[in-house]
């Protein structure tokens, strides 16, 4: 098991980080298919000195993405951009999600046998595609994904000790919350067996409307559904906007740990 929140460079005082990259700020991919705008911040919080999220978005290439890095010494940063840049290589070469994020696994972990740490570098992720009316996610870790339509659905599970518990029955998704393990994943790019690693992957579709969000655990971990909810169902303000009151409600939560946001919006169709 690992520490999703563990391992890292804690300091009292706080320096905003942007790691990301991102291409576009809307757009569609053809004719007749839907407008896609998002929003997009990444935060090093309130605790940390090191932003070791990053995220990616590129509405031509259809692909969005937050990775959340671990390891120390400013190793999570680099595993989050291994991991980001090999996905986008993979997927702009044509491969699947899911083959993308276990070759991102792969050249992690080669990462990591060349530095000969102590301790690999690792780190979530969570990916969604767009092409058309259609999108695919995949994740690994606790990084989420959501998908708003009026209402608010998780539609990753995470990877960790307090979801097998919920699973179990032992424990309720509210006591989740402030159990002392929450914070502990079972699976991450870098770190897990290669022959163990779980790449969730789902489809559906995406109508006019409907938004994704996809985030790092430093936004869940102090923003509940249904806040989420309700900053979501105010389609008034722009993706852009919605992405800046999530993170302003983490920091407000306490900031403990770094914060990405990444939203998507399908409008209607051009």
Not at 3 to 17: E, L, M, Y
Not at 22 to 27: A, I, K, R
Not at 87 to 111: C, M, N, P, T, Y
Not at 178 to 191: D, E, F, W
Request: some cysteine; hydrophobic content about 35%; glycine content about 10%.
């Amino acid at each position: 098991m690992m520490h999703s929140g563990t391992a890292r460079t804690i300091g009292t005082g706080w320096r905003p980080t942007f790691t990301p990259k991102v291409l576009s700020s809307g757009g569609t991919a053809g004719q007749h298919e839907p407008m896609i705008e998002f929003g997009h911040l990444t935060h090093v919080g309130l605790r940390r000195e090191h932003n070791e999220d990053t995220y990616y978005g590129d509405s031509q290439l259809g692909l969005w993405l937050v990775a959340d890095g671990m390891g120390g010494h400013e190793f999570g940063e680099v595993a989050s951009a291994l991991a980001r840049d090999t996905i986008v290589g993979q997927v702009r070469a044509g491969h699947s999600l899911g083959d993308a994020i276990r070759a991102a696994d792969k050249e992690i972990i080669r990462q990591s046998q060349r530095r000969n740490e102590a301790l690999p570098m690792g780190t979530t992720v969570v990916a969604a595609r767009v092409e058309g009316t259609r999108f695919e996610i995949a994740w690994v870790g606790d990084s989420r994904i959501y998908l708003w339509d009026g209402q608010l659905h998780q539609l990753s599970q995470d990877h960790s000790y307090v979801q097998e518990l919920i699973d179990q029955g032992a424990i309720t998704p509210e006591q989740a919350r402030s159990h002392p393990h929450r914070n502990v994943i079972t699976q991450a790019l870098g770190v897990t067996d290669p022959l163990s690693l779980k790449v969730e992957v789902l489809q559906g579709e995406l109508r006019p409307t409907m938004q994704l969000l996809l985030c790092s655990d430093g936004l869940t971990e102090e923003v509940d559904d249904a806040t989420i909810a309700r900053i979501l169902a105010k389609t008034d303000l722009s993706a852009q906007e919605c992405v800046d009151q999530l993170v302003l409600a983490a920091l407000d939560g306490g900031g403990s740990d770094n914060i990405t946001v990444v939203l998507l919006r399908s409008g209607n169709p051009i």
